[in-house]
Nanobody
Framework: QVLLVESGGGVVQPGGSLRLSCAAS????????MGWYRQAPGKQRELVAA???????NYVDSVKGRFTISRDNAKNTVYLQMNSLKPEDTAVYYC???????????????WGQGTQVTVSS
């Protein structure tokens, strides 16, 4: 069974930074497109950043220029560097992936526990 463990969240003031980590089990990671998702209170879970096995990246407009997704295939880990954080970034952040592409959030059978990011003054 694939395991995903997110970490690195916390409480920061607006304008602050955090770096999230997602550790994935096994060698499956290196073949997967990986993404970071978030779910804010009262909102659906949304994809915010994605990275292919070759390192190509994409971002939702609301985080473009502020967030950077990266991966270390040797460590089976994907990262999300979050800068210039805003209160609206407050959410539980999750990672997930697919062998060929990312799936609609409702189509995933498994999610890790996520990591809480709170941006507040």
């Amino acid at each position: 069974q694939v395991l995903l463990v997110e970490s690195g969240g916390g409480v920061v003031q607006p304008g602050g930074s955090l770096r999230l980590s997602c550790a994935a089990s096994g060698s499956i990671f290196s073949n997967y497109v990986m993404g970071w998702y978030r779910q804010a209170p009262g909102k659906q879970r949304e994809l915010v950043a994605a990275i292919t096995s070759g390192g190509s990246t994409n971002y939702v407009d609301s985080v473009k220029g502020r967030f950077t997704i990266s991966r270390d295939n040797a460590k089976n880990t994907v990262y999300l560097q979050m800068n210039s954080l805003k209160p609206e970034d407050t959410a539980v952040y999750y990672c997930n992936g697919g062998k060929y592409r990312l799936w609609p959030t409702e189509d995933y059978d498994y999610w890790g526990q996520g990591t809480q990011v709170t941006v507040s003054s």
